[in-house]
Antibody, heavy 115, light 113 residues
Framework: QVQLVESGGGVVQPGRSLRLSCAAS????????MHWVRQAPVKGLEWVAV????????FYADSVKGRFTISRDNSKNTLYLQMNSLRGEDTAVYYC????????WGQGTLVTVSS | DVVMTQSPLSLPVTLGQPASISCRSS???????????LNWFQQRPGQSPRRLIY???NRDSGVPDRFSGSGSGTDFTLKISRVEAEDVGVYYC??????????FGQGTKVEIK
């Protein structure tokens, strides 16, 4: 069955960096676009970024453009989110989601930006 | 970006009674390919979102048939025919027609009276 497992979250100081990973299994990872979506505490869902099947196109939410980088390694079935210059408002649970139809989501990893 | 507006934001329901959630988009969600990419998600307390409905009215595998989706253009509805205790949570609509970005409604919290 399809599984998406995020990791890499934690507590980080403002201005520092963190890299999230999303390990995929149960489907042909290289055939699907992948997304990151986040959810701030007690808030709604906010789309963060998308990457195409081969990584040739990437799009970002305005709120993270220039600070976050989405990437993937199809040989490892893994999606990444490099987060630089972190701010308090980046505090959230980060989910990876499969395909443009958002049919499967991971369980999320919590990122807390605090001094 | 397309703005998605849900109502109500809070929905107390008696067990066994129906529930209905509205979702409106700031522009038509009909894609140039003819499809309408409007999804509904359920997020139970402490869990990640789970897709219930895709392309307006198609139920995902394993989703009880008491859940149904309808609508067209800019107006969409999620209905629960008879609410059960396991339906408690927050429900989100999401458009995937005009992306990036995906945009979500604010969420509707369903609770038992």
């Amino acid at each position: 069955q399809v599984q998406l497992v995020e990791s890499g979250g934690g507590v980080v100081q403002p201005g520092r960096s963190l890299r999230l990973s999303c390990a995929a299994s149960g489907f042909t990872f290289s055939s699907y676009a992948m997304h990151w979506v986040r959810q701030a505490p007690v808030k709604g869902l906010e789309w963060v970024a998308v990457i195409s099947t081969d990584g040739s196109y990437k799009f970002y939410a305005d709120s993270v453009k220039g600070r976050f980088t989405i990437s993937r390694d199809n040989s490892k079935n893994t999606l990444y989110l490099q987060m630089n210059s972190l701010r308090g408002e980046d505090t959230a649970v980060y989910y990876c989601a499969k395909d443009s139809s958002a049919d499967y989501w991971g369980q999320g990893t919590l990122v807390t930006v605090s001094s | 970006d397309v703005v998605m507006t849900q109502s109500p934001l809070s929905l107390p329901v008696t067990l066994g009674q129906p529930a209905s959630i509205s979702c409106r988009s700031s522009q038509s969600l009909v894609h140039s390919d003819g499809s309408t990419y409007l999804n509904w998600f359920q997020q139970r307390p402490g869990q990640s979102p789970r897709r219930l409905i895709y392309n307006v009215s198609n139920r995902d595998s394993g989703v009880p048939d008491r859940f149904s989706g309808s609508g067209s253009g800019t107006d969409f509805t999620l209905k629960i025919s008879r609410v059960e205790a396991e339906d408690v949570g927050v429900y989100y609509c999401m458009q995937g027609t005009h992306w990036p970005p995906w945009t979500f409604g604010q969420g509707t919290k369903v609770e038992i009276k």
